[in-house]
């Protein structure tokens, strides 16, 4: 607030005047003068009332008059590089804004400006009317003329050590930030901006507890900028840049100054604000004299041992320069009365970092002098799933570095100026989403899954009917054909590609979904939350079983050439499907109680594909989890946007949420979460094959015993061939020999457990530091699906190729004249073996992985590993 003194200012009425001409009278110099003088004199001056930190007059300003300041204190200051500076206070009695007038001449503009420090009384004398009065009194000009004197003096004593001040703050100066404030809508970026703000509001000292790069600058710039001492000078010291004594001690000269007259940069400020940061780093004595300092106003400089009492028992200099004090951790100077501020780190502070974002890519557009630049959804995911270990810091550096590096004419950045930023969970991944043009779009269409499911069922339901009703041999059903030659070996095959996606448009659970419709239609009812304590502690178990019964029933009853006993198994596993579905909502079969799901599930975490979204997107910008709970369309707001993104979705069917997906167990590809989310966190990654399962993976013991019982199949479904070593190839194993034939069939199931366990405890014998049985155990996982595909690849060579003479007989229209397309078995071999031997490599990859061991310590899981893969080949080839 400037002072304002209207050309119709009042005149002083006769007791004012009395009242001035005896306050005159008695002053040092006005004294001196003619009795008519100071009449003269008194007459003319108006009285003004000041409130404090009013302006006065402003530096560069026209001289309007002189001042005569009645009572209270003002200051005159100067504007400099370092901001506003002291150079003199006026008190009671004394005179001011006369050096620009000067003794004669033309008046120049004020030199300094001046304000009011306390509430005060002025006299105001109008630049007109002095010059009348020196014409009229000439000995008003001697009076001028010694305060001139006087002051001229002072005035450049004080700019020689004005140009001396400027010099030794230059490099510590910081300039403030005015007009910003604290940047973010999170919980955490409410909380602070409120301590600023009562920061702001007085002066005491500030202990700011801020890790390297969070703003801690920037924030006392605001915390400066918002108090009394905004005009003043803002710097900041970090011990970290200090130089060091001999011993490795910080040499504090710079901040405290030395006996011998050098000043520090607390003397050197005066009045202002001080950013102390790194002050662990000082020494206890270091901070003593900081307390002292806070508690009394007066710098201690630095002084040898044996004068510091001399330079202590000196006449004080205080100062008021507010410190605010820094460092990483807790720390405080006790018996201080301080505002205490914690910053935390960025990673801590997700919810702000779109904020953050949005204000550095204004400012460096603004400063280019270029159009706004904007970031879209998958520029956010990267920023939001970085770390950060150098915080406000780093995220700065990245999106100047990226506006640079965005063309001209181009309003988004492009993802790929922002390679530097990766998660290390996205670590050697690629978002296919945004790869592959048109994925998307049709991912989030009603084309997938859901139009996929009557071609599904178009082919299910008459090959069900047929195998249950039609011819009973191989070569003469098409249920038969499909399932063990097609569905068996390319449905392994799919796994280390996409995971469980069969399970989208699984037949069985289209059924289900169907017939809960229909049910539902019926009979309106809720259905059943999930019995989860029960399904987690048993429902694995329970899905163990359903295929141990699968196995047994397959290989003594012999279902692969059994066609009703094949379409009956695809009907009790679709009845499975239906039940829990008019009961539970959702898919609970798929994803608890499902030996095909299971499997699926296992199989999924050796996939090339994984599906997962943003935790810090999904935490600081989603307010609804359509994707995990279901919800009505969202409005989305981002500059690529399509119109079918946020969608309204009844929420996973499996109960997953993306964002906490450990593996691929629980994820069935069917994108619920990729049409469901407003934000686009979702991410279809392209990945290393098999990286669930030693990126933090944690097994558990029912999928391990699935895991052992498929490896186990491999040997079950050749054991008249390892009979036969023992000379029992005459052994009848079916479903007329039940008591011969369960306890050989078990024995050969348990032919893994017994030598893969065996091989662990002696890995453990000789290295205890290798991981337990039941981490290591998932680095066969990669051998099991080998396995049981070689098994299967002589039925997709030599039969899948016949499905139409087949299908033919099937509907009896005779099999002749149809066209096949098979290969030898030389063919099938051949490739059995290419699988078996690459296997080995991605089957020991992950083993070197899992245990993160030499080789040397895995010598008996190797040796296990390349044991199996020669037996297989003298079973399967």
């Known amino acids: 607030m400037t002072l304002q003194i209207s050309p119709k200012h009042p005149e002083p009425d006769r007791q004012e005047i009395e009242d001035c001409i005896t306050w005159l009278s008695f002053h040092r110099i006005w004294g001196k003068l003619e009795s008519e003088t100071i009449a003269a004199i008194a007459e003319s001056l108006r009285l003004l009332r000041v409130e404090p930190d009013a302006t006065i007059y402003e530096q560069d300003a026209n001289p309007l008059g002189l001042y005569l300041l009645k ?90 050590q004005e140009q001396a001040r400027i010099q030794g703050l230059q490099p510590y100066v910081r300039p403030v930030p005015v007009g910003e404030t604290i940047i973010g809508e999170s919980k955490s970026a409410r909380k602070l901006a409120q301590q600023v703000q009562q920061a702001a509001a007085d002066l005491k000292p500030v202990f700011l507890h801020a890790p390297p790069g969070s703003g801690k600058t920037f924030l006392a710039g605001i915390i400066h900028a918002g108090s009394g001492l905004k005009d003043r000078p803002f710097a900041e010291i970090d011990c970290a840049q200090l130089p060091r004594d001999g011993a490795g001690a910080v040499n504090t000269d710079i901040l405290f100054g030395r006996y011998d007259g050098r000043q520090g940069a607390i003397a050197l400020l005066e009045r202002g604000t001080l950013v102390i940061d790194n002050i662990q780093l000082l020494t206890r004595g270091d901070r003593d004299r900081l307390a002292h300092y806070l508690k009394t106003g007066n710098a201690i400089p630095n002084a040898p041992v044996e004068i510091q009492q001399q330079v202590m028992e000196r006449a004080p200099q205080p100062f008021s320069v507010r410190l605010i004090l820094a460092s990483p951790g807790k720390l405080s100077i006790s018996g201080i009365d301080a505002h205490t501020i914690k910053l935390f ?24 002098g270029r159009a706004p630049l904007q970031l879209d959804q998958a520029d956010l995911r990267r920023l939001l799933s970085y770390d950060y270990p150098g915080n406000i810091t780093e995220l700065e550096g990245i999106l100047k570095r990226a506006a640079a590096m965005t063309p001209e004419g181009h309003s988004v950045i492009p993802e790929q100026v922002l390679w530097s930023v990766e998660s290390k969970k996205n670590a050697f991944r690629v978002d296919l989403l ?62 280390p590609v996409v995971g469980r996606l069969w399970c989208a448009v699984c037949p069985f659970m289209i059924v289900g979904e169907w017939v809960r419709k229909l049910s539902l239609w019926i009979w309106p009812r809720e259905l059943l939350p999930w019995p989860n304590k029960w399904l987690n502690k048993w429902g694995a178990w329970v899905l163990w079983a359903g295929f141990v019964a699968i196995y047994l029933w397959e290989k003594l009853w012999d279902l692969p050439h059994t066609a009703y006993l094949s379409a009956w198994l695809l009907l009790i596993i679709t009845a499975g499907a239906v039940i829990c579905s008019v009961i539970y909502e959702r898919r609970l079969w798929c994803r608890h109680l499902c030996p095909i799901g299971g499997m699926n599930g296992m199989f999924a975490k050796l996939a090339m594909v994984e599906l997962r979204s943003t935790p810090q997107v999904c935490g600081t910008q989603c307010n609804t989890f359509g994707c995990y709970r279901g919800s009505d369309a969202t409005p989305v707001n981002f500059p690529d946007a399509l119109p079918t993104e946020g969608q309204a979705t009844g929420g996973c069917p499996l109960y997953s949420h993306p964002a906490q997906l450990p593996d691929n167990r629980d994820c069935m590809f069917c994108m619920t979460c990729i049409k469901a989310c407003p934000n686009r966190s979702g991410q279809l990654n392209f990945r290393f094959p098999a990286a669930d399962i030693w990126e933090g993976h944690r097994g558990f013991w029912a999928e391990i015993a699935l895991l052992l019982l498929l490896f186990g199949g ?43 366990y065996s091989a662990h405890r002696i890995a453990r014998f000789f290295d205890p530091e290798m991981p337990d049985y039941k981490t290591v155990i998932y680095a066969y996982l990669p051998m099991v699906l080998a396995g049981n595909l070689a098994y299967y690849l002589p039925s997709a060579m030599t039969e899948a190729g016949r499905i139409l003479p087949v299908a033919a007989r099937t509907f009896g229209f005779g099999g002749d004249g149809w066209f096949t397309l098979t290969w030898s078995l030389d063919v099938a071999q051949f490739l059995q073996g290419v699988t078996l031997l690459s296997i080995l490599a991605f089957s020991l990859f992950p083993l070197l992985k899992i245990t993160r061991r030499p080789w040397m310590k895995n010598l008996p899981h190797i040796v296990l590993m390349v044991g199996f893969v020669a037996v297989w080949f003298i079973l399967l080839i």
């Open 71 to 160: 009572w209270g204190t003002v200051e005159i200051y100067r504007a400099s590089p370092v901001g506003k500076t002291h150079i003199i206070y006026r008190n009671a009695g004394e005179l001011f804004g006369h050096i620009s007038l000067g003794a004669g001449g033309e008046a120049e503009s004020y030199r300094s400006g001046a304000a009011a420090i306390a509430r005060s009384e002025i006299w105001f004398l109008p630049r007109d009317r002095f010059e009348e009065l020196k014409t009229e009194h000439p000995e008003i000009n001697g009076a001028i003329n010694t305060l001139l004197a006087q002051d001229l003096v002072k005035f450049s004593r004080r700019l020689a």
């Open 434 to 495: 945004n790869q592959i043009p048109g994925l998307r779009r049709f991912l989030l269409s009603d084309w997938w899954p859901e139009r996929f499911w009557w071609p599904m069922m178009i082919i299910f339901v008459p090959v069900t009917i047929m195998g249950l009703v039609g011819p009973q041999t191989r070569d003469s059903n098409i249920a038969l054909n499909l399932f063990w030659a097609w569905w068996w070996p390319f449905y392994l095959l799919l796994f």
């Open 345 to 368: 780190s960025l990673p801590q502070r997700k919810a702000d970092i779109s904020a953050f974002a949005r204000h550095f890519l204004d400012q460096f557009c603004r400063e280019r």
């Open 714 to 756: 491999v040997f079950m479904h050749r054991s008249e061939a390892i009979l036969g070593w023992f000379g029992w190839g005459d052994l009848a194993i079916d479903s007329d020999h039940l008591a011969i034939a369960i306890p050989v069939v078990s024995v050969l199931l348990s032919i893994p457990l017994i030598l893969t």
